[in-house]
Each structure stands twice: as C-alpha cells, then as structure tokens.
C-alpha cells in the first residue's frame, strides 16, 4: 500500500525520521496540491515553507538509498481552491488523492485524521512530539538578558541587570550561513511541537515565536539582508515588595489606581515591574488577564495571556469585556489603535494597567492627546509609573479641574485644566489645557521663572510673527502684558490699519501688547583714516567695502549713514559743520565707522 503524506508531517520532518529509521519501504506519493501548498508558504517567506521543500530533497534521497520510490500525482489547485484552504478543501484534496489510489494518509492534523477515518480512509496520525533540543539556551547565562546572532557577525548577548546592560561579544568566531539556518529550523520546530512553545506572529520572513520564558524574534531575507536571531528573556524574578516603593504609592495601586501607565525607555525594567505589579493584584484576589503583542510577559500559571483576536486586539478587547476581569495588562501599547482599545476598556470599567515607551513619564500621557478628549484623560489614566534603572523614578498622579491656567490672570481665562501632579507632595508638575486651537501640556514652573503662560504666549506670538517680520524681540511687562520690539519698517505691517492685526492678537492671546522699535545693533567697527583733499574731507575705508553703508559715529552720537565710493572713500564738503564736526572727533581720537 502506498503512502500519502499531507502538508502537516512534511513541514513537521516526520517523514525523513521514519524513512531514516527503517519504517517506510512502501511507494510515497505527494499530492501537487501538498506540493503547491508548501512552495506558496516559501514564496511569501514563511520559514515553515522552506522547511517543507527541504523535507521532500530528504525523502527523495533517503528513498533512493533505502530503495522506495518517492512520485508526485494530480494536479495544482485553482485559484478558488487556494482561496477556500483555511476552510479544509486542500485537505479534502489531498484526502481524495489516497481514497482514489487506497492509500495510507499520513497527518498530523487531528481534524483530517478524524475525517479520514469517517470516510473509511486508512489513516495514521502523528501527534505532537516532545522536543528536548533547544540549542539557543546554550548562549544564555544567569546574567544575559538577550542574545543576537546575525549571519556573518560575531554571536553578542547582553548581560547585566535592567537599566545596566552591557553588549559583549560571547564569542570569536563569526555565525555562519548553515550554523544560523539550522538554529532557526530547530527553534521553530521547538515552538511548534512543545509544550510550552508557540509561533506568534509569521509573515514574509519575519517569525516570532514563545518558548517558555524565551521570546524569539527570526528576520530572513527578504525582509532583512541577512538571517538573524534575537532571544529576550526576563534575568529577574522579583516582587512588588522588592522595589521600596511609599505608603502613598502602595495605598494608591491597592485602592484608587485603575488607569495605569507604566513608562520607561526599552530596556529598563518597565515589564517586569508590570509583571510584578500583576502578581500583587492576583494576590489581592483580583481576577488579571493580558494583552500581548506578541505574549512575553511572565506571569503566572492563573493569568490568561491573550493575543490578537482574528488580527485585530480590538476583537481581544470585545471578548475581555465578556470575561470580565478586574484588571488588564496591555503590553505594548504604542499606536493610536492600542489607545482606543486601552481607553475603551477603561471607560468600560475594567482596570488596565499599559506598558508604554516613553523617556519620561510625561510623554506617556502625551501620547494620549489627539487620542481621546481632554476631559476623558484622567479617567483614562489616572496614575503614571516611570522606570528608570529598574526603579520606580517618578509617579504622577491625574486629576481633571476648572482653573485659570498658572500664569494667566484674567478670571474668565478659566478652562477645563488636567494637572499632572506629583505623587508624594501633590505639586502640579504640568498643565494639559486648550489654548486656541491647540492642546498643550505646559511645565509648572517656579515663579521667579518664566512661567507656563509667558512661554505658551511667546510661543502663540513667534507663530502668528513667522514669516512677516524677523527676529521679533518678546519682553513680559507683567503677565498679561508684552513688549514686542521690532524693526521700525515691520511695525506698521505688524499693528495693521487702524490697529487691526494688532487688536486680534490680543484678542487671541488675551494679552495687552506693547509694540516698540528695536534699538539699533551696534555695527561693527571699521579701520579707515581721514584727510583733507582740496575742498573736500575725505574718510578712507578700503576698497574692501565699496559700494556699502557706513555708519558715522561721534563716540555714542550717530551723525550719519553713507555709501562707500567705488575707491573706498567717502567725500564731504570742507567747510560743511559735518566735516568741522568729524576733523573734531578725528582728532580727539571719539570717531568711529560702522558697517
């Protein structure tokens, strides 16, 4: 009897394995459509295609060794079949290939098995295996963090502690072609037939998958120029309790934080604090979930970790909603798509707990703004946590209020304000509030400062100014009162006719503004000499500066503004008071030039 193998045991190697060992003498016989199927999967990059085409060389050579025939039969699927493969029709083919010739169908699909049986199909299945080889784990150490291998660079790990880590090379030799394909096939056939492996994400040459703690990032051509292999795994186990935080802090967490962010730079502890932050809720006897992208986080056997639903976290969100947990963590939230989702869950009522890039933890609730509306952003996030070094550096805390912004003192200045305020003492660090048509996020500065509200104007006035004069000089009288210094040609561009433009800023900006000209910069000094030349006082500058103006000065006094004459000088009449004047200063040693 013949043997037809489908998709699953080629991609998986079980063919090659029992031909090795002895347990195939019969003919194999390999659908076009298994064929067909495997090449697609290779033509968009997946590494599960490769490994399919190389199991079939395998069989083909074994079995000229061993003296079976490998054959091929049928023909490729049409478009329609392609399309409907998800839905089992390239298995009902291949199903229909050893019905008609009364073959053994060879699987690893449960389902197909099952059908195959029902039909009176002869059948045998290949349940997952365990796989005790995972050769990555050989280039961790207690103290590495991540390891990088590329094709045709040296192997490096990064070891140390979060916020301390150190990139060093673990070897000499550079990884070659074969060595890096073959850990990539051995690492993506551990999270496949594992117990606690998995592939999360594959697309043209880019694979993710999970094994145990281990997160595995593959990259191959064409996506990148060469095979790649990042592994990240968490090198500390620690607790709430180990990191010292406050009364206020621990009070907060247990009994009125429900909109968290957690912000720090890559690489800084900000997961494992998420991950520590979820076992002291589980513990409080919380029911947690989490949303991950892909699932890394290292959490408890109790913890449900979801990914995307149907490619879609949104699709993760609407079914959370029907588990109903206390808390979730969502890791990583970083584009607009993960904003809604997170803000729809907490307007829902769920506590959520967000796992953000940011440098500081101000930028963690920027990034919020153009998201949601203003008012809607404490209820949204109540509570930042930054990590810096594996630390707890700063908490702020978010509450919605209707005050005159700090720095405005007109009353009906008042608005909808959020105040981002420290933790521990309750002072307001920063304002988020609308300033015409904009939302902006002003530093509470110290008043002997500048304050948030000179800035913002100064800032509104600079962009109403660009492009229609240069270099506008802004002075605050008081704080509702600006001195704006220009060029004497630009004021009346500026003020408008009959002071329209000028009357609008104000209006804008709710402040008085004082238009004044600059005074003139001092130019800088020029070496000339003087003498009388007939009936004329001749000042001699150099041909260097023909044909520009030059200004005259006696001391501080400015007399006058003339162009230099093609041979350098500039000529006045001898017995002008001008030239008097100029002998005198001349002489006294007071005359200056100035261009």
Request: proline share 3%; with cysteine.
């Amino acid at each position: 009897m013949s043997i037809v193998p489908d998709t699953s045991v080629l991609v998986d190697g079980k063919m090659s394995k029992l031909a090795e060992e002895g347990e195939i003498d019969e003919e194999v016989v390999i659908p076009e459509f298994v064929v067909d199927e495997i090449e697609n999967q290779a033509n968009k990059g997946l590494e599960i295609g490769h490994i399919g085409i190389e199991e079939i060389r395998k069989l083909r050579e074994i079995g000229e060794e061993k003296g079976f025939n490998v054959n091929f039969t049928g023909r490729r699927p049409n478009m329609e079949e392609i399309e409907l493969a998800k839905s089992g029709r390239i298995d009902a083919l291949i199903r229909d290939v050893a019905e008609e010739m009364d073959a053994t169908l060879y699987t690893g699909d449960i389902v197909q098995s099952k059908v195959a049986e029902a039909k009176g199909i002869e059948v045998r299945l290949f349940e997952k295996e365990a796989v005790e080889t995972f050769s990555l784990k050989e280039f961790f150490d207690d103290e590495t963090m991540s390891v990088h291998l590329k094709q045709g660079s040296i192997p490096k790990a990064k070891r140390g502690i979060p916020g301390e880590f150190g990139l060093e090379e673990i070897r000499d030799e550079v990884m070659e072609r074969d060595e890096i394909n073959k850990l990539i096939e051995e690492t993506i056939e551990t999270a496949e037939f594992s117990d606690d492996g998995l592939v999360e994400l594959e697309k043209e040459g880019a694979t993710v998958v999970q094994i145990g703690r281990y997160r595995i990032a593959i990259a191959k051509p064409p996506f990148s120029e060469a095979s790649e292999i990042t592994a990240v795994r968490p090198v500390a186990d620690v607790g709430l309790e180990d990191y010292d935080l406050s009364d206020k802090l621990l009070e907060r967490l247990g009994e009125k934080a429900e909109g968290v962010l957690i912000a720090g730079a890559p690489g800084h502890g900000k997961s494992t604090f998420a991950q520590a932050l979820t076992e002291y809720y589980e513990e409080q006897g919380n029911v947690m979930k989490t949303m991950e992208k892909p699932r890394d986080l290292d959490v408890g056997p109790d913890v449900t970790q979801y990914a995307e639903l149907e490619e879609s976290m949104e699709n993760t969100g609407d079914f959370l909603l029907l588990v109903r947990p206390d808390y979730t963590v969502y890791d990583e939230v970083r584009k607009t798509d993960d904003f809604e989702v997170y803000s729809d869950m907490r307007m829902a009522g769920v506590g959520m707990l967000g796992v953000v890039h940011a440098r500081e933890a101000v930028d963690a609730v920027q990034r919020l703004i153009g998201r949601v509306e203003l008012g809607m952003i404490p209820q949204i996030c109540d509570t930042v946590v930054h990590i810096e070094n594996a630390e707890v550096s700063d908490v702020y805390k978010l509450e919605l209020t209707v005050k005159v912004p700090q720095g405005m003192t007109e009353a009906d200045l008042a608005r909808p304000v959020v105040q981002i305020l420290e933790l521990e003492n309750k002072e307001p660090v920063y304002e988020i509030y609308t300033y015409g048509e904009e939302t902006v996020v002003i530093p509470v500065e110290d008043e002997e400062q500048m304050s948030s509200a000179q800035k913002l104007a100064k800032k509104q006035l600079e962009h109403e100014l660009r492009g229609r004069v240069d270099d506008p000089e802004i002075e605050f009288i008081s704080d509702d009162h600006i001195r704006l210094l220009l060029d004497e040609d630009e004021i009346p561009h500026v003020i408008g006719s009959g002071g329209e433009n000028i009357d609008r800023l104000e209006d804008e900006l709710g402040l008085d503004i004082t238009v004044e000209p600059k005074k003139k910069t001092l130019k800088s000094g020029v070496q000339f000499s003087v003498e009388e030349r007939g009936n004329s006082m001749i000042i001699d500058v150099g041909t260097d500066y023909s044909g520009d103006d030059v200004d005259v000065y006696d001391g501080e006094e400015f007399l006058f503004t003339a162009t230099v004459g093609k041979n350098g000088e500039v000529s006045l009449t001898k017995d002008s008071d001008l030239a008097g004047r100029i002998l005198g200063a001349y002489e006294s040693g007071r005359l200056e030039v100035r261009c």
